[in-house]
Every structure is written in structure tokens, then in C-alpha cells.
């Protein structure tokens, strides 16, 4: 059984900084890539930044130069630090990983339980 589990969520001010952590956890054989999601209230989840395993990285524009993903492979975690946070960055943050449990299986799709980040005066 695999486990991510989410954590660092929480209410900030406009402008201010979070970071949020990711560790995965359970019969794992290997993580390929690792991802943070958020969904809004009444809006689909989208994808906010994604890094590979050798660390290349993706970035939703609407959060570029502002969030910063990296990963711990010896940890199994993916963070993601979180500056000049905006109101409209608000939404619940989950964690996503491409996991092989063996060595002869192919890597499937795991979500954690998300995280609630509020940005707010």
C-alpha cells in the first residue's frame, strides 16, 4: 500500500509564503514524476507545478516565479514553496506521484488527501 501525505497548509496574508511538503510512503520500488494539484471552490482541480525525477520542472503560468517545486528522493517527498501568495492562489493542494510498487509492474497514478491553503487579509 502506497500513502502520500500532504502537510504545511494553512492561512496566510496576501504576499506572504508557505510550504507545503509531500512524502510518500508504503511498498514503494520507484517515484517517477511528483505534482501539485489545487481546486478551488467550484472550479475543475488544476495543475500547478510538476518536477520529474531527475528534478526538470513545469509550472503553471498563473504561478511562475512566485512557487518553486523541489523533491527529496533519499526522502520520498516533493515540496513546494509557495511566495507572494494572492487570494486567488486559495484552494485545496494535493500531492500526485507516478509509483512503481515492483519491479516488474508499471507506475501507477497516487493522490494524497490535499491540504487547505487560504490566502486572506
Known amino acids: 500500500q502506497v500513502q502520500l501525505v500532504e502537510s504545511g497548509g494553512g492561512l496566510v496574508q496576501p504576499g506572504g509564503s508557505l510550504r507545503l511538503s509531500c512524502a510518500a510512503s508504503?511498498?514503494?520500488?520507484?517515484?517517477?514524476?511528483m505534482g501539485w494539484y489545487r481546486q478551488a471552490p467550484g472550479k475543475q482541480r488544476e495543475l500547478v507545478a510538476v518536477?520529474?525525477?531527475?528534478?526538470?520542472?513545469n509550472y503553471a503560468d498563473s504561478v511562475k516565479g512566485r512557487f518553486t517545486i523541489s523533491r527529496d528522493n533519499a526522502k520520498n517527498t516533493a515540496y513546494l514553496q509557495m511566495d507572494s501568495l494572492k487570494p486567488e492562489d486559495t484552494a485545496v493542494y494535493y500531492c500526485?506521484?507516478?509509483?512503481?510498487?515492483?519491479?516488474?509492474?508499471?507506475?501507477?497514478?497516487?493522490w494524497g488527501q490535499g491540504t487547505q491553503v487560504t490566502v486572506s487579509s
Open positions: 508504503g511498498s514503494i520500488f520507484s517515484i517517477y514524476a
Open positions: 518536477i520529474s525525477r531527475d528534478s526538470s520542472t
Open positions: 500526485n506521484a507516478a509509483i512503481r510498487v515492483g519491479a516488474g509492474t508499471l507506475p501507477d497514478a497516487y
